[in-house]
């Protein structure tokens, strides 16, 4: 369908799918497909925008320019890609005292798919939490990536895991 307004041709006859992926050895790529161009292409400098985006969305500080006490560290989930499982590891800072720790499992939108951790826990140790590749509801997840997101006293970090099948 074409259309005109102002002087302006307008097409809407478009069709494009993008997404991105984490290969095997953890880039990440990122697809688009423009269905009148044929083939779709890896297009990694468009990578970038897509995830600072994501990742602003989900109010997870990606690049933290103040210099400050480190609170806390979400660790890289181990095996990553993973099936049927992984581990998440964290720790809290040193020091006494506890702090309230909340570990999720989001889809690539931000929608809640299990949450691992929503518990007062104490400072210092290393913790590790295994998610299962299932729901809140036991269900199985597809194939995807998803984000792990560590909130502690209201500060949040995420990292992104890919589960294949």
Partial sequence: ????????DLDYDCIQTSFFVIDGEGLIR???????QGMPAFIPEEVGPIVDQAIAELEISAVDDLPRQKRFELGAAYPNPFNPSTTIPYQLSSGSGTAEVLLQVLDIRGRLVKTLVSARQENGPRYEAVWNGRN????????????VNLGV?????GRLINLVE
């Fill in 153 to 157: 006293d209201g500060e949040k970090q």
């Fill in 1 to 8: 369908m074409m259309g005109h307004t102002a002087g302006v």
């Fill in 136 to 147: 809140q509801f036991g269900s199985a997840m597809p194939s995807g990536v998803y984000i």
């Fill in 30 to 36: 990122y697809r688009r497909t423009n269905a009148e």
